[in-house]
């Protein structure tokens, strides 16, 4: 699982060195240190092949009649692309997802369970300071939808 958030600095090619337990986490999945990386939520995804497969297998199972899934589509899988750990344990990221999340210099790796995300620091920071500005609003939001949270 990935856990955990870990502060970085691209490098002026574009590639990310990842903390090693997301090194770890990658490998445990895939030998060759593969995962798919795309773009959502103003961040860039990166995902081991199975869960990348899983997702590739929701789209499947629904309507392409759907004007919204298809954008949604068009937005996480036309978008993606495989990428693999080089013997650093860096990563390259490519220059559209790059310009999707802004990501410069400094960035941020958030793990998030069955994937991790790469924010721009200053993104992930107003992300947050929102959160909480909000975490009321947004916890009601969340009971309100069925989701409890046990911490």
Same mark, same amino acid.
């Given at each position: 699982?990935?856990? *955990?958030? &870990?502060? #970085?600095?691209?490098? =002026? ?6 903390? =090693?337990?997301f $090194? ?10 593969r995962?798919? +990386?795309?773009?959502?939520? @103003? ?6 092949? =199975?869960?990348?497969?899983? /997702? @590739?297998? &929701? ?10 899934? #298809?954008?949604? !589509? $068009?937005? /996480? /899988? ?9 013997? !650093?344990?860096? /990563?390259?990221?490519?220059?559209? +997802? $790059? ?6 210099? @400094? ?12 924010w721009? !620091? *200053? #993104?992930? @920071?107003?992300? +947050? ?16 939808? *069925? ?5």
């Amino acid at each position: 699982m990935f856990r *955990g958030h &870990s502060y #970085r600095s691209l490098d =002026p090619k574009g590639r990310l060195m990842l903390p =090693p337990e997301f $090194r770890e986490e990658v490998l445990r999945h895939d030998p060759e240190g593969r995962l798919m +990386l795309t773009s959502f939520d @103003e961040c860039v995804c990166g995902y081991p092949l =199975p869960e990348w497969e899983e /997702i @590739e297998k &929701s789209f499947m199972a629904v309507n392409v009649l759907n004007a919204a899934l #298809r954008n949604l !589509q $068009r937005r /996480i /899988i036309a978008g993606a692309m495989e990428v693999a750990l080089d013997k !650093q344990g860096r /990563i390259l990221v490519p220059p559209h +997802l $790059r310009s999707y999340g802004a990501l410069d210099k @400094e960035v941020v790796l958030a793990g998030m369970v069955t994937k991790f995300e790469i924010w721009d !620091q *200053g #993104r992930f @920071e107003a992300r +947050l300071r929102a959160t909480d500005e909000n975490l009321d609003a947004g916890m009601a939001e969340l009971a309100a939808a *069925g989701f409890e949270l046990r911490l």
